[in-house]
């Protein structure tokens, strides 16, 4: 890391000017966390309490061009400050640049704003005005081209603002206007039941080793003997497993049926989930 970029880090975690940061990465030789004992030191910044804030409020935004469909989070400490002018100005042109870099971290920092400054310069500027802690949290992007891209907002703060959001990409060619009506409920099934994969065959294996390790402590005590255990257990992570896959998930609409039943009803026959994302603030 360049020492500008180091002077930028440290302005980001301290809030100090840039000239104390420069002077102060000069003085460590370099070293991020000896620069910021030393301004603590000379009470030029309250590091050691901002670095152990927790930014867990915020807000979502959704931008949308020809070819790409972007979702961005953007968090800060207080409820107040998501709903500060200068806080969704930034977040709303922030997710307007997110979509053109299809949700490049290294490339949205340093990819400059309207007036003339870089997005992690901004950010620095933003932190030392608010007086909050202030992060780039989760993005997603996909793509427009041959797909229906849908979203979802809920508690919406302002415009197109949101403390939940959901996208959703599905491929199909049909122009049927049930297709359009199942995107929509869809991306409202995902915020609600919050399934952590497509199909249950697709679950992250260490979420599973995790849900095994749960449900073996839970039954280790249970006096039961080891066979019927395992049996329990076995059932236990198969059910795991279908409640947190889309498509086996009860629908939200008619816990009768499930996802894929749903969709099975609409008869399209090209039809299929490309992908999907969903981000709650503060989760």
């Given at each position: 890391?360049?020492?500008?970029?180091?002077?930028?880090?440290?302005?980001?975690?301290?809030?100090?000017?840039?000239k104390d940061c420069n002077n102060a990465i000069k003085e460590a030789g370099g070293n991020l966390d000896k620069a910021i004992e030393i301004l603590r030191v000379k009470g030029i910044s309250k590091a050691s309490k901002k670095m152990s804030r927790s930014a867990n409020e915020g807000v979502i935004v959704f931008s949308e061009n020809k070819k790409n469909f972007s979702l961005i989070e953007i968090n800060c400490e207080t409820d107040f400050v998501a709903k500060n002018d200068d806080f969704i100005k930034f977040a709303k042109e922030l997710s307007d640049i997110n979509a053109t870099v299809e949700s490049n971290l290294d490339k949205l920092k340093n990819q400059k704003m309207n007036n003339g400054l870089s997005v992690d310069e901004n950010l620095v500027n933003l932190i030392s005005k608010i007086g909050e802690k202030i992060t780039i949290g989760r993005l997603k992007t996909i793509s427009n081209e041959n797909v229906k891209n849908f979203k979802y907002l809920h508690t919406v703060v302002k415009d197109n603002l949101a403390k939940l959001g959901v996208l959703l990409s599905i491929e199909t060619k049909s122009d049927n206007g049930k297709i359009q009506e199942f995107g929509k409920q869809l991306c409202m099934h995902i915020a609600a039941l919050n399934p952590l994969c497509l199909k249950e065959q697709d679950l992250d294996v260490n979420i599973i080793n995790k849900e095994k390790e749960?449900?073996?402590?839970?039954?280790?005590?249970?006096?039961?003997?080891?066979?019927?255990?395992?049996?329990?257990?076995?059932?236990?992570?198969?059910?795991?497993?279908?409640?947190?896959?889309?498509?086996?998930?009860?629908?939200?609409?008619?816990?009768?049926?499930?996802?894929?039943?749903?969709?099975n009803e609409l008869n399209v026959d090209d039809f299929s989930i490309k992908s999907f994302y969903r981000v709650k603030i503060g989760e």
């Open positions: 890391m360049s020492d500008l970029n180091k002077v930028k880090e440290l302005r980001k975690a301290t809030g100090a000017g840039f749960l449900v073996y402590e839970e039954l280790k005590n249970s006096g039961k003997p080891k066979d019927i255990v395992e049996k329990i257990a076995e059932g236990k992570i198969k059910k795991f497993k279908l409640d947190n896959s889309l498509l086996s998930q009860d629908w939200v609409l008619d816990p009768k049926k499930k996802v894929q039943d749903i969709i």
